[in-house]
Nanobody, 126 residues
Framework: QVQLEESGGGLVQAGGSLRLSCAAS????????MGWFRQAPGKEREFVAA????????DYADSVKGRFTISRDTAKNTVDLQMNSLKPEDTAVYYC???????????????????WGQGTQVTVSS
């Protein structure tokens, strides 16, 4: 089992920044690729960003490329999502997810992830 807990959400004006953090506990964190997904009201959950088990590979949704940066600290068992130049359309509940995957590949599909956090709300006002 892997337990995930997100933090760092909140209300921010358009153009502002937020940093989300996900703390992992349980099984060996280093063997897991980590991802961030989001779900806006009335919409399906969608991929945002992912990072491989060793941090060597990352992937981003086109909508956040150049604005969001995913990183991980294996020693602290955390994965962060730095979000800059936020837009109202970034408003959503953001979820952290873990995928047992000790390879360079990162998943972008929901079913590829084994464990999920409870989510943290991000609201961007215009």
């Amino acid at each position: 089992q892997v337990q995930l807990e997100e933090s760092g959400g909140g209300l921010v004006q358009a153009g502002g920044s937020l940093r989300l953090s996900c703390a992992a506990s349980g099984r060996t964190f280093s063997s897991y690729a980590m991802g961030w997904f989001r779900q806006a009201p009335g919409k399906e959950r969608e991929f945002v960003a992912a990072i491989s088990w060793n941090g060597g590979n990352t992937d981003y949704a086109d909508s956040v490329k150049g604005r969001f940066t995913i990183s991980r600290d294996t020693a602290k068992n955390t994965v962060d999502l730095q979000m800059n130049s936020l837009k109202p359309e970034d408003t959503a509940v953001y979820y952290c997810a873990a995928d047992y995957n000790p390879s360079d590949r990162v998943g972008v599909l929901l079913y590829e992830y084994d464990y999920w956090g409870q989510g943290t709300q991000v609201t961007v006002s215009s």
